[in-house]
C-alpha cells in the first residue's frame, strides 16, 4: 500500500465557495445556476477571483486541520493536487494559505490549470502506484481510476446525490475520511 496520499484542495482542504460566493453577492444555489447557464461566463469570473489576493486567505473545510495533522501521524506523505490555476502568483498565495492553516503537512503542492481534469497530470506523475485521491470533483474521482488510483470523495453538498462508480468511496466527513483509510 503506498503511504503518498494526493489531495485537492477547494471543497476538500479549502473552502472556496463561500469567499467566492459572498463576494459575487449570490447563494452556492445562484453559483451552480450561472455555472450551468453561462459557464463561459462563470469560468472568467472564477479566473479572476482565482488570481486575486483574497485566495490566499481562504478557510478550510471543517475537520481539515485535524485530518490532515491525523494522516501525518499515520506516515503517510500529502501531495497537493489542484485545477486552481496556473498563474505563479495565484499559486503563491494558495501555497502561503495552505501553509498558514496545515504548517508543512505537504511536502509537494501542484496548482494545474483551471478547470483541468487532473487526468493527464496523474498518469504521467502518480499513476500506477496505487495512491489515494482524495477530491470533490466526482469527474476527476472516477477519471483517476485511469490512473490506478483510490479516490475517496469528499462528500459537499454539490456531489451528495451524484452516482459513483463502485471502485469510488464517499466519505462523509473528514473524521469518516481517516478512519476509512486506516482500515483500507
Known amino acids: 500500500m503506498s503511504k503518498t496520499i494526493l489531495c485537492d484542495a477547494d471543497g476538500v482542504l ?6 467566492f460566493c459572498e463576494d459575487h453577492g449570490i447563494t452556492r444555489d445562484e453559483f451552480f445556476q450561472w455555472d450551468n447557464a453561462y459557464p463561459e461566463d462563470a469560468f472568467k469570473s472564477i ?16 475537520g481539515a486541520i ?4 491525523a494522516l501525518k501521524n499515520l506516515g503517510y506523505d500529502l ?12 499559486c503563491r498565495l494558495r501555497e502561503d494559505n495552505l501553509r498558514r492553516h496545515f504548517g508543512e503537512a505537504f511536502s509537494v503542492i501542484h496548482c494545474l ?12 506523475n502518480y499513476g500506477q502506484h496505487g495512491h489515494f485521491f482524495i477530491e ?3 469527474q476527476n474521482a472516477t477519471l483517476s481510476l485511469q490512473a490506478d488510483l483510490q479516490p475517496l ?9 451524484a452516482t459513483l462508480n463502485d471502485d469510488i468511496t464517499r466519505v ?13
Open 153 to 161: 470523495i469528499l462528500t459537499q453538498d454539490w456531489n451528495m446525490n
Open 66 to 69: 485535524k485530518g490532515v495533522k
Open 79 to 90: 501531495h497537493v493536487v489542484t485545477s486552481f490555476g496556473d498563474c505563479p502568483y495565484a
Open 136 to 138: 470533490d470533483n466526482v
Open 14 to 19: 479549502l473552502n472556496w465557495i463561500d469567499p
Open 172 to 184: 462523509d466527513d473528514w473524521k469518516d475520511l481517516v478512519e476509512t483509510i486506516k482500515v483500507t
Open 113 to 124: 490549470p483551471l478547470g483541468s481534469t487532473k487526468l493527464d497530470f496523474l498518469k504521467a
Open 47 to 62: 479566473k479572476l477571483f482565482n488570481a486575486s489576493a483574497q485566495v490566499g486567505f481562504l478557510p478550510t473545510i471543517p
